[in-house]
Antibody, heavy 118, light 112 residues
């Protein structure tokens, strides 16, 4: 079945880096753009970044621009989020989501938790 | 950036009764292709978000027909015709017409 599985979360000190992964299965990964969306503890959803199906275009939220990089490996069906210079406000559950037709976010992973703490 | 404003932020509804959530955008959400990309998501407690409605009123696969979406331009509504216990959670509107995509604050639905 169609599935997204995030990994790579953990506890990291402020200023350090972390790379998240999202493994896709059950659908043609290389045909779909992909998003990262995050949710701080007890808060709402915040869109983080998007990458086109072939990696040709990327957009970021202002809150992460210049610190986070979205990428993908279509040969491995994996989406990545490289997070540098992490801040306390980056602490959240990070979800990957498929960019379906009609611009809908139609498939979501279970999320991976990032804790930023000294 | 487009600001999405939901009302109410919380709602307590009796089982079997209808519920309605409103979402207003700070800008018109009509895309250059003529479509309006406004979706509704449901997030049950401890679960990831789940797509309910896209393009204002199209119900996603597997979503019960008691969920419906309506609206145009800047004003949108999600309606649940008869609330069931499994509908408890937080509901978000999200615009995917332009980047950055933006979400409403969320509306918490509980059973009275």
């Amino acid at each position: 079945q169609v599935q997204l599985v995030e990994s790579g979360g953990g506890v990291v000190q402020p200023g350090r880096s972390l790379r998240l992964s999202c493994a896709a299965s059950g659908f043609p990964f290389s045909s779909h753009g992909m998003h990262w969306v995050r949710q701080a503890p007890g808060k709402g959803l915040e869109w983080v970044a998007v990458i086109w199906y072939d990696g040709s275009n990327k957009y970021y939220a202002d809150s992460v621009k210049g610190r986070f990089t979205i990428s993908r490996d279509n040969s491995k069906n994996i989406l990545y989020l490289q997070m540098n210079s992490l801040r306390a406000e980056d602490m959240a559950v990070y979800y990957c989501s498929r960019w379906g037709d009609n611009k809908k976010m139609d498939v979501w992973g279970q999320g991976t938790t990032v804790t930023v703490s000294s | 950036d487009v600001v999405m404003t939901q009302t109410p932020l919380s709602s307590s509804v009796t089982l079997g009764q209808p519920a309605s959530i409103s979402c207003r955008s700070s800008q018109d959400l009509v895309h250059s292709d003529g479509s309006t990309y406004l979706s509704w998501l449901q997030q049950r407690p401890g679960q990831p978000p789940r797509l309910l409605i896209y393009k204002i009123s199209d119900r996603f696969s597997g979503v019960p027909d008691r969920f419906s979406g309506s609206g145009a331009g800047r004003d949108f509504t999600l309606k649940i015709s008869r609330v069931e216990a499994e509908d408890v959670g937080v509901y978000y509107c999200v615009q995917t017409t332009q980047f950055p995509h933006t979400f409403g604050q969320g509306t918490k639905l509980e059973i009275k």
